[in-house]
């Protein structure tokens, strides 16, 4: 079945670091790929996504490449701040007529100033 | 605010009862769609309505389980004689239909404890 995993948290960064948080998948064919994130105290909300071999997601500095040979869609930002301390989830919805979201197990990021 | 609410937004019960929670989907979305998140999971997939037809449920959702969506708009999910590890955020989500790449847009959760 469906699969994604994630880097392992959490990570503790300093303001203005370079930030990469790993996502890999497993599906068949060709599913969408998203990041979530879940602010403090917030529900989940939708950061970028990519539908399709080679798109780039981007929002809020944010951005994540879908890499269909190594089924990779890493999270990046050139530099954090404090604001982005929050869980960031991965996930994949399968082509397959399937409305599903499969998530990853979350990276909870910590920006310290 | 027009999002995804979810009531009540905390519910501690005792095993054995019975609990019902509500999600209203925002205004004109056809798609509303139930998750569970585990403490350090991530959430995963119960069941899915279109309009007020059930058409995914996953193996999780046991017969204990049951969602209803009766008119196309709010959706309950209810809990027949809860067990400790039913305790778990109870995420509902919404999606307009207008094709397989729409986003879901999530509530806030309900945090169930079960004593």
């Known amino acids: 079945g469906d699969s994604v995993t994630q880097m392992e948290g959490p990570v503790t960064l300093s303001e203005e670091a370079f930030l990469t948080i790993n996502c890999t998948y497993t599906?068949?064919?060709?599913?969408?790929l998203f990041w979530y994130v879940q602010y403090p105290g917030e529900g989940l909300q939708l950061l970028l996504k990519?539908?399709?071999?080679?798109d780039k997601g981007s929002n809020k500095g944010f951005e994540a490449t879908y890499r269909k040979e190594t089924t990779s869609f890493h999270l990046e930002k050139g530099s954090v701040q404090v604001s982005d301390s929050a869980v960031y989830f991965c996930a994949l919805r399968s082509n397959f007529g399937n409305e599903k979201l499969t998530f990853g197990t979350g990276t909870r990021l910590t920006i310290i100033p | 605010d027009t999002g995804v609410s979810q009531n009540p937004r905390h519910k501690i019960t005792k095993r054995g009862q019975n609990v019902t929670f509500r999600c209203d989907p925002i205004?004109?979305?056809?798609?509303l769609y139930w998750y569970r998140q585990t403490l350090g999971q991530g959430p995963e997939f119960l069941t899915y309505?279109?309009?007020?037809?059930?058409?995914?449920k996953s193996r999780l959702l046991s017969d204990r389980f049951s969602a209803e969506r009766p008119k196309g708009s709010f959706s309950t999910l209810e809990i027949q004689r809860t067990e400790q590890g039913d305790s778990a955020m109870y995420l509902c989500?919404?999606?307009?239909?207008?094709?397989?790449?729409?986003?879901?847009?999530f509530g806030p959760g309900t945090r169930l404890l079960v004593l």
């Open positions: 989500a919404s999606s307009p239909n207008r094709g397989h790449q729409e986003t879901q847009y």
């Open positions: 990519a539908t399709k071999a080679d």
């Open positions: 205004s004109e979305h056809n798609r």
């Open positions: 599906a068949t064919g060709y599913p969408s």
């Open positions: 309505f279109q309009n007020e037809a059930q058409l995914e």
